[in-house]
């Protein structure tokens, strides 16, 4: 059964329009909620009738107050996580366009290690309330439903939800799955406690976009067993790269375009971290893990951190950049599962990313490349990174070399 509980203002139009394309879904879905109180009634008892029918009136409340919601005066809603209502409407707008979810369910690294761990560990879901946020399509809600859970709560602010709630009739799981239009950090949920909460919140280099935050405010709010959230390890390492290829292609291009020196654009190439693919040819260094993140006990603060790395080199070469990845666990004494994203990895649409230096630097065999790289939030927009590297060289056959180099994840 579906329930759209609260929608932010913002959309109001989009979901009127919705309401529109799709009377004859909602329609269907008051057929579907009779026929199956109706149904039911031929094997139950009683006090079973009474309860699908209190659930039934129950739903049918929930949607007519979404309706009524529809029609409010619009009313600004302040936000505590982003500095402007425009940068979080923009955020979320982007997860309408379907190539976006096109791309992430594609990608079978993903959804793959998430349908195993879903389907493989029926004693985790199997009668419990599950909650998903950040549902999108729905795809985790249905696993979940699929896996016996006894309710799916799946939460998005993205108008996508929408297509969601068609997708999730389509596939007969009404009568388990309900989804909720709205921030994790503003609705009011259709129960009081949740068993399980499942997520796909990871960005690039893993805290890109922020979403972790959000996962952390649904555990502390709802979660009933902190250990319950999946996946719940997480990490993040650093390894560095050597590509004069890569390093052409993207830095001294800008030095000749055409006749044409563009040493401006060029200075903005060592502020971006670069999102990319990283060729496991080109890794010339060690890994080192940079941080760590147990579901269970991760506070916000958490997300903002300095940390330490050592490097060592694997081969006399020129080190072109650092390069940052992120490892994810599902742990369960059934049925575990990993993966990673790094170069070493099957490709994944995080990819890896990547931070080139403005003067690379000449290293040899054994040679440790050690400092410090720290997280921060963008003051402007908290769902960016600014991300700060102090390292040194540590070499028997070189000078001293010493990188101070400040870089964007936008």
């Given at each position: 059964m579906l329930c759209c509980n609260t929608i932010s203002m913002g959309t109001r139009k989009a979901a009127i329009a919705h309401l529109h394309r799709n009377s004859t879904s909602l329609r269907r879905l008051t057929l579907r909620t009779i026929e199956l109180v109706a149904s039911r009634t031929r094997d139950l008892s009683v006090e079973e009738y009474e309860q699908a029918l209190s659930q039934a009136l129950s739903e049918l409340a929930s949607m007519r107050q979404a309706v009524k919601e529809l029609f409010k005066e619009d009313q600004a809603v302040p936000t505590k996580r982003v500095a402007t209502s425009e940068q979080e409407d923009g955020y979320f707008s982007t997860y309408t366009h379907f190539s976006i979810h096109e791309e992430m369910l594609k990608d079978e690294v993903r959804t793959d290690a998430y349908h195993r761990f879903i389907t493989q560990n029926p004693s985790i879901f199997k009668d419990k309330v599950v909650l998903d946020v950040g549902c999108g399509t729905g795809i985790l809600s249905m696993f979940a439903a699929q896996a016996g859970a006894k309710r799916v709560i799946g939460v998005d602010q993205s108008n996508v939800i929408y297509k969601a709630m068609d997708i999730v009739m389509e596939n007969g799981l009404s009568n388990k799955v309900t989804l909720v239009k709205g921030a994790m950090e503003e609705?009011?949920?259709?129960?009081?406690?949740?068993?399980?909460?499942?997520?796909?919140?990871?960005?690039?280099?893993?805290?890109?976009?922020?979403?972790?935050?959000?996962?952390?405010?649904?555990?502390?709010?709802?979660?009933?067993?902190?250990?319950?959230?999946?996946?719940?390890?997480?990490?993040?390492?650093?390894?560095?790269?050597?590509?004069?290829?890569?390093?052409?292609?993207?830095?001294?291009?800008?030095?000749?375009?055409?006749?044409?020196?563009?040493?401006?654009?060029?200075?903005?190439?060592?502020?971006?971290a670069h999102v990319q693919c990283v060729q496991p040819h080109d890794v010339i260094s060690t890994s080192d893990v940079v941080k760590k993140l147990n579901m269970a006990t991760v506070k916000v603060p958490d997300l903002g951190f300095k940390a330490p790395f050592t490097l060592t080199m694997l081969n006399d070469t020129i080190c072109h950049a650092l390069v940052g990845y992120f490892d994810v666990?599902?742990?369960?004494?059934?049925?575990?599962?990993?993966?990673?994203?790094?170069?070493?990895?099957?490709?994944?649409?995080?990819?890896?990313?990547?931070?080139?230096?403005?003067?690379?630097?000449?290293?040899?065999?054994?040679?440790?490349?050690?400092?410090?790289?720290?997280?921060?939030?963008?003051?402007?927009?908290?769902?960016?990174?600014?991300?700060?590297v102090t390292m040194e060289l540590s070499s028997a056959d070189a000078e001293h070399v010493k990188i101070e180099q400040k870089f964007y994840l936008h």
């Open positions: 609705v009011q949920l259709p129960v009081e406690k949740v068993d399980v909460i499942i997520s796909e919140w990871m960005g690039y280099c893993l805290l890109f976009e922020s979403m972790l935050d959000t996962v952390i405010v649904a555990r502390d709010r709802w979660l009933l067993d902190a250990s319950k959230v999946y996946p719940n390890q997480c990490s993040i390492s650093l390894v560095a790269m050597g590509s004069k290829m890569e390093y052409d292609s993207r830095v001294c291009f800008w030095d000749d375009v055409y006749g044409c020196k563009m040493s401006a654009i060029k200075e903005e190439v060592f502020l971006e666990s599902f742990d369960s004494m059934q049925y575990p599962v990993y993966f990673g994203t790094g170069p070493m990895d099957t490709p994944t649409h995080w990819k890896q990313t990547v931070f080139y230096l403005k003067k690379p630097i000449a290293v040899s065999t054994g040679d440790l490349l050690a400092g410090t790289i720290e997280f921060r939030k963008n003051k402007e927009d908290v769902r960016c990174l600014d991300i700060y």
